[in-house]
């Protein structure tokens, strides 16, 4: 890609993720080009759908996710770990609200574009919990999926408006619930 183009497609890019972090899944494609100040036919020409959007927004953000865990394996206390990692899961589903459809969607597809990563992320969650259960840290009767199964509902529950502010709270029992 030559060097104005990737800097035209860095900057649209990044507008899109502010974009998607107010608005959410379903944010307006129209919205995206004119904030970035570029055509509706640039955005598509880019990311021909919105998934492909999303994807590349996504991607970027669950590869984190997995670097964060592998990271904090080494680094923190098996279970200080696991809540840790756990609170940024549920942190960057708040940052892209609605996303949890498209995320177990794409567990069970592998053809989608986020498949890989998202059983990448799932994985190293699970290597987080089983690292805190085997040094008794954690509860023993739940695994990765359950584990990934609880911040989807935690996400759930952060969109909605007339429950959003209980999830601080319900956050704090499930960590608590989850350790030993």
Request: net charge neutral; with cysteine; aromatic share 4%.
């Amino acid at each position: 890609m030559r060097a104005d183009a990737k800097k035209n497609y860095d900057h649209l890019l990044a507008v899109a993720r502010a974009v998607v972090q107010e608005q959410g899944a379903d944010a307006s494609l129209r919205d995206i080009a004119r904030r970035a100040d570029v055509g509706l036919g640039t955005l598509y020409r880019h990311f021909p759908t919105r998934e492909a959007l999303l994807e590349v927004l996504l991607r970027s953000s669950l590869d984190e996710m997995t670097a964060q865990a592998a990271a904090l394996e080494t680094s923190n206390a098996p279970d200080e770990a696991l809540v840790t990692w756990l609170r940024e899961a549920v942190a960057f589903t708040k940052n892209y609200h609605g996303v949890t459809q498209l995320l177990a969607a794409a567990l069970d597809d592998p053809q989608s574009a986020l498949h890989a990563s998202c059983v990448t992320v799932r994985s190293a969650g699970a290597r987080l919990l089983s690292r805190a259960q085997a040094k008794g840290k954690a509860r023993r009767d739940l695994n990765g999926e359950e584990l990934f199964a609880l911040i989807a509902a935690l996400a759930w529950l952060g969109d909605q408006p007339s429950l959003g502010r209980h999830a601080d709270h319900l956050f704090e029992i499930i960590a608590s619930a989850i350790r030993r």
